[in-house]
């Protein structure tokens, strides 16, 4: 099944600076979606991009599209240490069984206060 | 509040002992799915629901067992079959269509005795 890979594996930043994380994907998609996790808890969904969108944007977070490439990348600007947690891209696909969605190993994000 | 709640939230298994772990949500959503994450691994999805009375194979179902006798409820029975069960248990359900956001439980820690 195809999988969303993210890069970096961990990736330590001082407050206020801003954070990219990147993913990257083998099939077509229709959407794909980011998430955060906090240590010990559930996933949080943050963002949905859909294959004919480019760019996204809620709040601090800011999501682009390649599907040339097959990459997406995740920017947290103005990083808070609240944001300190691990963050999976996930995709769908885009023909029968799309309910299913296939999630990266993640980037762990530090935000030292 | 409307959620997902997952319990117990730590569980022991003894060798050749089934144990379920618990679902409920009061999204009123039709499709649920439960998904094994292993330490600095992504999450592999074991089973899913679109509707009531039945449910998918995911990646991973060799040894788990579900039911979906209503639609608030998709229990998983982990069974003596599943030979590495230790790991982190995640539940999460969606609105019906293909690729929607899943709301995730907090999750359910497995350990063998």
């Known amino acids: 099944s195809q999988q969303g890979e993210e890069d970096p594996q961990a990736l330590s930043i001082q407050e206020g600076e801003n954070a990219t994380m990147n993913c990257s994907y083998k099939?077509?998609?229709?959407?794909l979606q980011w998430y955060r996790q906090n240590s010990g808890r559930g996933l949080v969904h943050l963002i949905l991009i859909r294959s004919n969108e480019r760019e996204k944007h809620s709040g601090r977070l800011r999501v682009t599209l390649d599907t040339s490439k097959k990459s997406s990348s995740l920017l947290i600007t103005a990083s808070r240490a609240a944001d300190t947690a691990s963050y999976f891209c996930a995709t769908d696909g885009s023909g029968a069984g799309s309910y299913q969605l296939t999630f990266g190993k993640g980037t762990k994000l530090s935000v030292i206060p | 509040d409307g959620g997902i709640t997952q319990s117990p939230k730590y569980l022991f298994r003894k060798e050749g002992q089934n144990v379920t772990l618990s679902c409920e949500q009061n999204?009123?959503?039709?499709?649920m799915y439960w998904y094994r994450q292993d330490p600095g691994q992504g999450l592999r999805l074991i089973y899913y629901?679109?509707?009531?009375?039945?449910?998918q194979k995911g990646d991973i179902a060799e040894g788990y067992s579900v039911s979906r006798e209503k639609k608030e409820s998709f229990p998983l029975t982990v069974t003596s079959a599943q030979k590495n069960p230790t790991a982190f248990y995640l539940c999460?359900?969606?609105?019906?269509?293909?690729?929607?956001?899943?709301?995730f439980g907090d999750g359910t820690r497995l350990s063998i005795l």
């Open positions: 999460a359900s969606s609105t019906s269509g293909g690729g929607q956001p899943q709301h």
């Open positions: 629901s679109q509707i009531v009375n039945d449910f």
């Open positions: 099939t077509s998609i229709n959407n």
């Open positions: 999204l009123n959503h039709d499709a």
